[in-house]
């Protein structure tokens, strides 16, 4: 079989190329500290990646959805804790006002105080957050949920909705308490009341002198009521610490098996791009050593 000089010089060519492309490919990888480069050099690792990559963008969307359910939980605890502040003061309140000693000029004293507090727990109960949106309101976040015509009625204007954040493939949490937790409770004279009435009516009551023999009874039930949601907010908040925890232990799990498939081995790595570049070295080596081999430069 004959075998060309353009053969010979073709065939010596294409082999330094692909030398060549070896060595480009490892010093990519090396560079990159990636195995895999392209899909094609592991289809069935690249596949793998990206759906690891997937898990990776979720769980970081969990642990931020957990960082505002920390942030607003926080702030409704802080509006309930100066709540209870505001009913304790309130029932120390009564309980001088209830004194006979008292009489009416301290009565009407007192009243003014308490009037205040009316204020300061409308205020309260419409606290709103960083963004603007009412704590106390339900699903109607962008409406102020009370409201006082000033004599007497108290009125709400959200819903009993309770807004849901997700926190984990399968674990989602409340991110706060509709307004109805300051309405709706049993009074100590019959029927139900609420906190705003229960103050109004206290100041009324002693603006004319007279005791109020049902208002601590109805400040413990109120203030029971805020203990209570105070607690399932503080669970709450206990929850989203665990759910964060176990995010970042799967996070990591799923980041050592990401990079167990995409991850370069350096040493590896290093030791084959000094064979390939030794390789390529031969193969020049080789074809200059061929390109001599020509009849011609034996006839001259």
Sequence with gaps: MRISTSQIFRQSVDAMLEKQRELSKTELQVASGKRILNPSDDPSASVRILDLQEAQKRLAQYQRNAEVAVAKLDQEETALQSMEDLLQRVRELAVQGNNDPVGSEGR????????????????????????????????????????????????????????MVKIGDSREVAIGDPGSIFNGFAAAGGGT??????????????????????????????????????????????????????????????????????????????????????????????????????????LR
């Design 108 to 163: 009407s004293a007192i009243a003014t105080e308490i009037r205040q507090h009316i204020e300061n727990f409308l205020q309260l109960a419409n606290s709103q957050d960083a963004n603007g949106e009412y704590i106390f309101s339900g699903f109607q976040s962008k409406t102020q949920p009370f409201s006082h015509d000033g004599v007497g009625n108290f009125s709400y204007a959200g819903d009993d909705g309770q807004r």
């Design 193 to 298: 009341t609420n906190v705003g009435e229960v103050l109004y009516n206290l100041a009324s009551n002693y603006e004319a002198g007279n005791a109020d023999p049902n208002v601590l009874s109805d400040i413990d039930t109120a203030l029971t009521g805020l203990l209570g949601t105070r607690a399932k907010v503080g669970a709450r908040m206990n929850a989203i610490d665990d759910q964060k925890n176990a995010n970042d232990a799967f996070e990591l799990a799923v980041t050592k098996v990401r990079s167990s498939l995409e991850d370069l081995d350096y040493a590896e790595a290093i030791s084959r791009f000094n064979q390939q570049l030794t390789a390529l070295q031969a193969s020049q080596q080789s074809f200059i050593k061929i390109q001599g081999l020509s009849l011609f430069n034996y």
